[in-house]
């Protein structure tokens, strides 16, 4: 099991920016994949993007390619979600997760820990 906390979540106006950073607390943590997920409320948990344990392969949720980057740091244990030109409805708890495998479709039941969430909310 890896332990995960998030932080970096607010308010931000649209067309803004923000980072979220998750530290896990893991042996290996390039052994793992790590995704970020959102969830809106009344909405089911979706994808937004997902890195394989080198970082050599990111996916993300078609919607949102070219505003939304992940990276990792494998020396700091760390995931970053950089958030370009945000909107309204961006607005969401963020959970970053870890998965012992990466594929091109990731899904929620591939990631078996998950963060506490941070929020971030858009304002129009």
């Known amino acids: 099991q890896v332990q995960l906390v998030e932080s970096g979540g607010g308010l931000v106006q649209a067309g803004g920016s923000l980072r979220l950073s998750c530290a896990a607390s893991a042996r290996r943590f390039s052994n793992y994949a790590m995704g970020w997920f959102r969830q809106a409320p009344g909405k089911e948990r979706e994808f937004v993007a997902a890195i394989n344990g080198g970082g050599r392969y990111t996916y993300y949720a078609d919607s949102l390619k070219g505003r939304f980057t992940i990276s990792r740091d494998n020396a700091k244990n760390t995931v970053y979600l950089q958030m370009n030109a945000l909107k309204p409805e961006d607005t969401a708890v963020y959970y970053c997760?870890?998965?012992?495998?990466?594929?091109?479709?990731?899904?929620?039941?591939?990631?078996?820990?998950w963060g506490q969430g941070t929020q971030v909310t858009v304002s129009s």
């Open positions: 997760a870890a998965a012992p495998f990466l594929r091109a479709t990731p899904q929620v039941a591939d990631f078996g820990s």
